[in-house]
């Protein structure tokens, strides 16, 4: 497993190298550059030899309504969640065709792209997950050729650095028991089993699908519930 991020190699991602010694490697690039994107799977398949999946993970968001948003504020977000995730994605399939691999690639979209944020709005973030699902469904159609499976997964709300206070709201278990669902934030572990599954054989007809991992919590809860504890920018994989 190959872990690619712009920031610099923390010591938590090299203490999992540690741990997994030759199983797990960390490396910088940034990916709103193709070039970059590209020379960082060539140094993956150089070290292992080939490559067989690709997770599309990367993400920001902000929120605020559409009058207020700046050019500088829209492009940043498509540059990571639009252009980055187009960018990968190809560079991934190139390397698939190449090799002659039966590869598989998951983005990770967002409950967003289901139902806009009413009290919360974010046109520029909605409209790239949305961009991601459409990504989904058109690679999964043009690639099926080369036996490449295009899939992607939607978080709901997940536990973080910066969503772990949410639940110590004093309406928390009200607003989830009226608008439905766990009474609780996903683990970022829950979410992993979904990616390995449309990373693995035992999904090797399943293209082009989206699953929801959300806990039952519907797009009409995000809207109060952002509302409600006052989440209005932030950064993440969701």
């Not at 772990?164 to 009474?183: A, F, H, N, R, T």
């Not at 829950?190 to 959300?214: Q, R, W």
């Amino acid at each position: 497993v190959y872990s690619i991020d712009i920031e610099d190699i923390g010591d938590d991602l090299l203490e999992v190298q540690k741990q997994y010694p030759g199983k797990f490697r960390a490396l910088k690039a940034d990916i709103t550059s193709e070039e970059s994107a590209t020379q960082a799977v060539d140094s993956i398949i150089e070290n292992a030899g080939t490559i067989d999946g690709m997770v599309v993970n990367s993400g920001r968001t902000k929120h605020k309504p559409a009058l207020d948003f700046t050019t500088e504020e829209i492009q940043q977000l498509w540059n990571i969640n639009l252009f980055a995730s187009f960018y990968c994605t190809r560079v991934a399939a190139r390397a698939f065709i190449k090799l002659g691999v039966k590869g598989s690639i998951v983005f990770t979209a967002s409950m967003a792209f289901y139902r806009p944020n009413k009290r919360v709005p974010s046109a520029p973030y909605g409209a790239s997950k949305a961009g991601a699902r459409n990504m989904t469904h058109t690679l999964a159609m043009e690639w099926a050729k080369y036996n490449i499976r295009v899939n992607s997964v939607s978080p709901g709300l997940v536990n973080t650095a910066r969503t772990s206070w949410i639940p110590q709201q004093p309406d928390w278990e009200q607003q989830l028991k009226y608008y439905g669902g766990m009474l609780r934030l996903a683990e970022v572990e829950e979410l992993g089993v979904a990616y390995v599954y449309l990373l693995s054989d035992a999904a090797i007809y399943t293209t082009s699908i989206d699953i929801p991992v959300n806990g039952a919590i519907g797009s009409r809860s995000y809207q109060t519930l952002y509302y409600n504890f006052g989440i209005t920018d932030y950064t993440a994989v969701c």
